[in-house]
């Protein structure tokens, strides 16, 4: 979407991109999950259009963040020759849905507001539709239909690195890079040039909607971002259970191309998945709410993080945002990565919707309009597979219907 005028390159910055190409890799294929599984744990797309679709973006890396320094010193200008040789076209797997048109009504036009929905590690776009083990053809799981339900058009992305999107050397996807690809899909969805189910369409309004780390890379995206009208954050606060979760998040997980799922794709080394049967300890536990089904599922189609994409994350949460837009935050009060679950595991007050407003408040800057939020009770970290699934979905869109209306 850019064209940056070349420029030489120094001597620093060819060495870092010699470190880049030692990692260079072919594009990861996938996991090996069997087809029948991953079909059956996605959820039909009822009552709305879709069409899924490959987006070019432009990788945007910078160097490690410091405190006070935001995102480091972007480098994407400085290498774009070197990381378009180095690192070749980049695509976003995208799926746009629109509201299945009124039968009473069939020239309505699209929704004037798309959420714009960002997973978290080891995810894709499939986490915003997930299929009930109790129903097939229900929607009890999906927020895609929750959100055509509302009025709103969605845009499921694959994160760069993830899912069926591009995978570039892992060097080069990290936090940054996330975000930038997120404000150039921003920047698509106003413009009109994604491809929707009736052909591209223009939005007057984008809302990010995150998951975990999609809720990272959306307060960041969104941070002196005029363009998003707002932004959910869900299943994430500026805490993390310092005494937990980062250990349990690191020893869970280990090379991509060592688990069964991932050989043969020829991901680099820093490319990680969740070891066998970790799932429900990283991203359920200690919430019980949740079909077995659902875990095994998750199991047999994970994805990938990146360690780039884990590092500095006390960086990126102590960082001051400058967001515009109005915030709303869902969590539920058993997630076992950011809320508080035992005395002194320095995870957020998830106790209440006052308690997180208060711990958040600080970090969102000066001119956020308002900040809102829902607890949901007996809730884990994905929140979207738990039995409680249609209290968040409601929550979050009475909130977007009385703040960001889908027209």
């Not at 809320?339 to 308690?355: E, I, K, N, R």
Request: hydrophobic content about 40%.
């Amino acid at each position: 979407m850019r064209s940056p005028s070349p420029r030489r390159l120094p001597v620093v910055a060819l060495a870092a991109l010699a470190v880049v190409g030692g990692l260079l890799s072919p594009a990861g294929a996938g996991p090996r999950a069997d087809p029948e599984v991953l079909a059956s744990s996605v959820a039909p797309d009822n009552d709305r259009d879709c069409t899924t679709s490959r987006v070019p973006v432009e990788l945007d890396p910078a160097t490690p963040a410091t405190p006070g320094n935001d995102l480091g010193l972007g480098l994407g200008g400085l290498l774009r020759p070197v990381l378009d040789a180095v690192a070749g076209p980049q695509e976003v797997v995208a799926k746009l849905c629109l509201p299945a048109a009124p039968v009473d009504d069939p020239d309505l036009g699209p929704p004037d507001t798309v959420q714009l929905l960002i997973h978290g590690i080891t995810y894709d776009h499939r986490y915003w539709n997930i299929a009930d083990p109790e129903d097939p053809t229900g929607n009890r799981y999906s927020w895609e239909h929750a959100a055509a339900t509302a009025g709103y058009a969605t845009l499921a992305i694959d994160r760069i690195g993830n899912g069926d999107s591009t995978h570039p050397p892992s060097a080069l996807v990290d936090i940054s890079t996330n975000a930038s690809v997120v404000r150039q899909l921003v920047d698509g969805l106003k413009a009109g040039t994604i491809e929707g189910p009736r052909g591209p369409v223009a939005f007057e309004r984008v809302v990010l909607v995150g998951h975990s780390y999609g809720s990272m890379t959306s307060w960041i995206a969104a941070s002196g971002n005029p363009d998003v009208d707002g932004v959910v954050i869900t299943g994430a606060t500026h805490n993390v259970r310092e005494v937990h979760a980062p250990v349990s998040i690191e020893t869970g997980h280990y090379p991509a191309v060592l688990d069964p799922q991932f050989a043969g794709s020829g991901l680099d080394p820093l490319y990680i998945t969740s070891q066998p049967g970790m799932r429900y300890d990283l991203f359920y536990a200690p919430g019980t709410d949740v079909h077995p089904v659902i875990v095994e599922r998750d199991e047999a189609t994970k994805g990938t993080v990146t360690q780039p994409e884990l590092m500095n994350y006390p960086v990126i949460f102590r960082t001051p945002l400058d967001i515009t837009a109005p915030v709303f935050y869902l969590i539920g009060d058993l997630d076992g990565i950011f809320c508080s679950q035992d005395p002194l595991d320095l995870g957020a007050d998830c106790s209440s919707p006052a308690t997180v407003i208060a711990n958040e408040a600080p970090w969102l800057g000066d001119d956020v309009p308002s900040i809102d939020a829902h607890v949901t009770a007996t809730a884990g970290h994905d929140l979207n597979a738990f039995g409680t699934a249609q209290e968040s979905f409601d929550a979050a869109h009475d909130w977007l219907t009385a703040t960001v209306a889908p027209r």
